[in-house]
């Protein structure tokens, strides 16, 4: 016999979850129904919405929009200049993957610049009012008060990968150890010994992690870690020549170079060209991303492809999760989904 009561297992409201176990789905496709998305099958739509009916669920989303306290709109923050967005490709990709799944919904996508002082401000009091019903946050430092303020504000946010170990919000990363480790093991295995790294940004999560799998990676193959073979980037073109000069300078025997980015390796190209150096005859070249950069590149440039539209897409995936259990974080504990997608070289011949 259905249930007529609006309570479920635990004896208060039903939850997704119990949606989701009653329907035999998971919590992504439960809330892809209840936010209208036609990216569900007609039988997966149809045993979710008897499993609501059945619980009696009533999602929060229903309810704030009952409260006319809705926006139906998503911001896409990025807290980086506009320059860099548009200069660099892994934004382009991301705001791509983004775009498409949220284009199966109601939502309307917002796309906020918070890169001085001055925007993070006015962006902090246009979230205090409330005015979009979930953030995306792109590109997140590891002392950005942005993710704190959002916790605050009780304010559905998923962030693409995590400020740490311990993050505490929703996030979609890709397996920055593991591609670092196999593009060092790529290099190794070609016979290369002395292999730099040029890094990204170490205030970001993901570029640590990267410096850690070119670390382990040399380390278990015996190879020892030359500190001077290590070099701080900041995912820039510019920073990737910078860099590589200061690595010239310190390590001329080098003869190989893992760059955080595909825009970094293009910038460490110029200069090893500028001085002399052939690629790959006597340096190799590995980037990371798999951007256009890398296929346009002479030589063609070896990288490390990381899904960066389909981390877009369960971005929102997992957001409009957040956004239809929208419960107090007190009754449903601090488990958050931490998503990471796996990475995967893509060899060409600049090594």
């Known amino acids: 016999m259905a249930s007529h009561g609006a309570r479920g297992r635990s004896g208060g409201r039903p939850t997704l979850e119990e949606v989701a176990a009653r329907a035999g789905v998971g919590r992504g496709t439960v809330s892809r129904v209840i936010n209208g998305s036609p990216r569900v099958s007609d039988a997966t739509r149809a045993a979710v919405e008897a499993a609501v009916a059945e619980l009696g669920y009533v999602p929060n989303t229903a309810a704030r929009a009952l409260a006319a306290n809705r926006t139906d709109a998503i911001a896409l923050v990025v807290p980086e200049p506009e320059t860099r967005f548009f200069a660099e490709p892994y934004f382009s990709d991301m705001l791509k993957g983004v775009g498409s799944e949220l284009a ?3 939502m309307q996508l917002l796309l906020i610049f918070a890169g001085s002082d001055r925007e993070r401000e006015r962006l902090a009091q246009y979230l205090a009012a409330h005015r979009v019903d979930g953030v995306l946050l792109v ?7 942005l993710p704190d303020l959002l916790s605050q504000l009780e304010i559905p946010a998923v962030i693409s990968g995590p400020r ?7 996030s979609v990363d890709s397996d920055n150890y593991g591609g670092a480790r196999s593009a060092v093991e790529h290099l190794l295995a070609r016979g290369c010994r002395r292999i730099a790294h040029i890094t990204g940004r170490l205030d970001v999560y993901g570029a640590q992690r990267r410096v850690d799998g070119y ?3 040399l380390r278990d193959a015996g190879v020892a870690v030359d500190e001077d073979l290590i070099e701080a980037g900041d995912f820039t073109e510019d920073g990737g020549r910078r860099a590589m000069r200061e690595l010239l300078r310190r390590a001329p025997d080098v003869d190989a170079v893992f760059a955080a980015s595909d825009v970094t390796a293009a910038g460490a190209r110029q200069v090893l060209r500028e001085a002399g150096r052939r690629i790959p005859e006597d340096v190799a070249l590995v980037g990371y991303d798999d951007s256009a950069i890398a296929r346009h590149m002479e030589p063609p440039l070896t990288s490390v492809r990381q899904p960066i539209e389909e981390m877009g897409r369960a971005m929102i995936d997992l957001l409009l999760t957040e956004i239809a259990d929208r419960r107090p974080a007190a009754s449903r504990g601090l ?3 931490q998503v990471v ?3 995967e070289l893509v060899e060409r011949t600049s090594s």
């Open 104 to 106: 199966d919904t109601e």
């Open 341 to 343: 997608l796996a990475t």
């Open 215 to 217: 670390r382990e990676a």
């Open 164 to 170: 740490s170990a311990a993050e505490s919000l929703a």
């Open 335 to 337: 488990e958050r989904h």
């Open 139 to 145: 590109s997140v430092h590891a002392d950005d008060p």
